[in-house]
């Protein structure tokens, strides 16, 4: 089944130490997003690619950074973790179809120590 | 500014209806979509309504009134596993991002 698969689901880290999550898709789609959403909020979009031309968000901070590679594969890197970036990273598909319906992976808990 | 409106918690019994209303001020306004969320889940894509009227999908129905910024989520025969975080999100314009509402936790009784 065609799917947005992230790894890993849960990440600790400490504070400071540089972290990777990683996110890919079997759906070929032209978009990728990065989300962070903490507990009974909204997810907040970070940045988002579309193909290869990368959008960031104004309110996100300079720590997080993103790669995508090719259109499989989106990296999100926060260079520095502090204490309030322990959240759920989603990571989400989506085409240019008029229903703009966006496909979640199941996400990636940080903890960060 | 954006920003969308909807209550933050609902509680329904089992088997009963409810409704999740959804209000929203954005500078454009393309389509309205509907996602629900479990705990500890990713957000899945339950409708989007991009004209005025009701959609429906199974025990799922979505409406929208452009003309009222305003639309709401109506689930029927309610169960359990419907207990979830259901979220509203408008498109604003042809550009595929989203603005998310802040959500509504949907509790179900017995």
């Known amino acids: 089944d065609a799917m947005v698969i992230q790894n890993p689901r849960y990440q600790v880290t400490q504070f400071g130490k540089p972290v990777t999550l990683s996110c890919s898709q079997t759906?070929?789609?032209?978009?990728m997003y990065w989300y962070q959403q903490k507990s009974s909020q909204a997810p907040k979009l970070l940045f988002h690619?579309?193909?290869?031309?990368?959008?960031n968000e104004a309110d996100t901070p300079d720590n997080f950074q993103s790669r995508r590679p090719n259109t499989s594969f989106c990296f999100l890197d926060i260079r520095s973790p502090g204490l309030g970036d322990a959240a759920m990273y989603l990571c989400a598909t989506g085409s240019l179809a008029p229903t703009d319906t966006q496909y979640f992976g199941p996400g990636t808990r940080l903890t960060v120590l | 500014g954006q920003s969308l409106e909807q209550p933050s918690e609902v509680t329904a019994v089992e088997g009963a209806i409810v409704q999740i209303n959804c209000t929203y001020q954005t500078s454009g306004f393309y389509g309205l979509s509907w996602y629900q969320q479990h705990d500890g889940g990713a957000p899945t894509f339950l409708s989007y309504n991009a004209l005025d009227g009701l959609e429906e999908t199974g025990r799922f129905s979505s409406f929208l009134s452009r003309s009222d910024s305003y639309g709401y989520l109506l689930l029927q025969e309610l169960q359990m596993k419907d207990s979830a975080s259901y979220f509203c999100a408008v498109q604003r314009d042809s550009n595929y991002q989203l603005i998310w509402g802040a959500g509504t936790k949907l509790i179900i009784k017995p």
């Open positions: 690619y579309y193909d290869k031309d990368f959008n």
């Open positions: 759906l070929n789609h032209n978009v």
